[in-house]
């Protein structure tokens, strides 16, 4: 499937008569991409889940820490 995407072995590297070193070129960096696209899918799909599996206590909660600390640093300075 990725290769077809890339264009390799569908007969379009042939139609365009690009050489083996371009072609290898131009495969790897459709390889990259694609490989970048799906890790930031995998990585947005991770941070929803976590964000729901937290409840509206945890994230008052976290809030409430965070703003503790900032007046503490406030205080200190």
Known sequence: MIWEFCGVGSGTVDALSRSKKETD??????????????NLVVILVFVLVNEQRRGP????????????ETKSLEEND
């Open 57 to 68: 206590e945890d994230r008052i909660d976290a809030l409430d820490r965070w703003e503790a």
């Open 25 to 38: 070129w131009a495969y790897s960096w459709c390889i990259v991409i694609l490989d970048l696209i799906w």
